[in-house]
Nanobody
Framework: VQLVESGGGLVQPGGSLRLSCAASGFTFSTYDMRWYRQAPGKERELVATIDSVGDITNYAVSVKGRFTISRDNAKNTVYLQMTSLKPEDTAVYYC?????????WGQGTQVTVSS
């Protein structure tokens, strides 16, 4: 079983990034997926969720209107499109597979928003 995040990096405030999380080794299409993030010295924070078929999404108040979660079950991949990035979005971003409790986690990808 693997969840592999990619797409992180350094971006200026106001910029955009798209994170990807590629899944393998389990039936991706039957799991709800979530993106979390953890900034230095802070607890892990739920960012966005999407149900197994991609119909229902939810967002943290801090990212609503700026981030979009989506999935492609044919590609076993979940995405996080991030726009209007702010310095406070700087964190390691993790994807997780839930059924409904947490089952699998990725290793994380660093996002740094700085000028």
């Amino acid at each position: 079983v693997q969840l592999v995040e990619s797409g992180g990096g350094l971006v200026q405030p106001g910029g955009s990034l798209r994170l990807s999380c590629a899944a393998s080794g389990f039936t991706f299409s039957t799991y709800d997926m979530r993106w979390y993030r953890q900034a230095p010295g802070k607890e892990r924070e739920l960012v966005a969720t999407i149900d197994s078929v991609g119909d229902i999404t939810n967002y943290a108040v801090s990212v609503k209107g700026r981030f979009t979660i989506s999935r492609d079950n044919a590609k076993n991949t979940v995405y996080l499109q991030m726009t209007s990035l702010k310095p406070e979005d700087t964190a390691v971003y993790y994807c997780g597979a839930f059924d409904p409790g947490p089952r699998y986690w990725g290793q994380g990808t660093q996002v740094t928003v700085s000028s």
